[in-house]
């Protein structure tokens, strides 16, 4: 049986090498990796994001949460209206019900200290819903700026005080070029088995890079719209019959420029009565086709929305 103390990076490396559901089932924990981590905290991640009494948008509004309060969630619906078409997942929240997408699920994780730091630094993570980074090393010190949950940041020094009996990490701003202080309990300091590459063994001329099939460099989009000159209050006023035959149409079009997919050119080496070459591997080279570019268009006619307008469209 495998160890029970399985690492995030060993359980990296053996979904890539295909022996993950094994070593789940092994640790009977299959039934559990299917399952969605339970979610118990969220943060509000803008101000006046409303609270209602039925998971759906046009319901009551029975209160409005402040940006970054931390919220217990008690439970999720997951077939309420989408906000998006990939999200329609609701938090259930005191006696109402908050949008998914509007909320950030967060933990709190409180961190023991550790003083001993590699001479270069090493990669904190933050395990609260957010904390104020302080100018100085002390509790009471001018606040920099807020940093929030998952967030990662270079810690150059450990800094005890001992008259308040405080522990700070001192972390650099790359693009203020300054440093800030961030209260040890509040980061976890990030072993570099987790940032190691997953198979360095492996000789750089061995690994395959390549294009992506998805990959389009050049995307143009055009989206454009044009209030045709007839009908009531336009330029050509046809009169009532008029009017309601021609007036109030307009024009839009959508238009779509991007280059070529890449394409799969499988390469192998064969002998004459068509078996490989001993030892001839194959290999797919990703080649971009610059002469696939394609470009899609399309236009509508609607017209200006009324109870008794018709609309019309051509593609």
Not at 149 to 159: A, M, N, P, Q, Y
Not at 288 to 313: F, H, L, N
Request: proline share 6%; glycine share 8%.
């Amino acid at each position: 049986m495998l160890n029970p103390q399985i690492s995030r990076r060993e359980f990296l490396k053996l979904a890539s090498a295909g022996t993950l559901a094994l070593a789940l089932h092994d640790l009977r924990l299959d039934r559990a990796a299917a399952a969605p981590a339970a979610i118990k905290q969220g943060r509000i991640t803008w101000s006046g994001i409303p609270l209602y009494d039925f998971p759906a948008f046009q319901a009551n509004q029975i209160h409005h949460f402040g940006a970054d309060k931390v919220i217990e969630i008690a439970g999720i619906e997951e077939n309420g209206d989408a906000g998006n078409p990939y999200n329609s997942t609701w938090y259930r929240v005191d006696n109402g019900y908050t949008y998914s997408g509007w909320i950030q699920p967060v933990e709190t994780n409180y961190q023991k200290p550790v003083f001993v730091l590699p001479e270069k630094g090493q990669v904190g993570e933050i395990t609260v819903p957010y904390c104020d980074t302080k100018k100085e090393p002390y509790t009471y010190a001018e606040r920099g700026y807020r940093i929030y949950f998952g967030s990662t940041h270079w810690v150059k020094k450990v800094v005890v005080q001992r008259d308040e009996k405080s522990i700070w990490y001192e972390i650099y701003d790359f693009h203020l070029k300054r440093n800030y202080y961030v209260a040890s309990h509040d980061m976890r300091l990030v072993p570099d088995e987790e940032l190691t590459t997953l198979s360095p063994e492996v000789p750089d001329e061995e690994k395959k890079k390549s294009v992506a099939e998805f990959n389009f460099p050049q995307y143009f989009k055009l989206t454009w719209i044009a209030e045709l000159p007839f009908g009531k209050g336009r330029h050509f006023n046809m009169g009532s019959v008029g009017n309601a035959l021609v007036g109030g149409w307009n024009l839009t079009g959508i238009h779509n420029y991007r280059s070529g997919s890449p394409i799969s050119i499988p390469l192998h080496s064969q002998q004459a009565d068509g078996r490989r070459w001993p030892g001839a591997r194959l290999a797919a080279r990703r080649i971009r086709c610059k002469e696939s570019a394609w470009a899609s268009s399309c236009s509508t006619t609607s017209r200006s929305s009324t109870s008794a307008d018709r609309s019309r469209s051509s593609r």
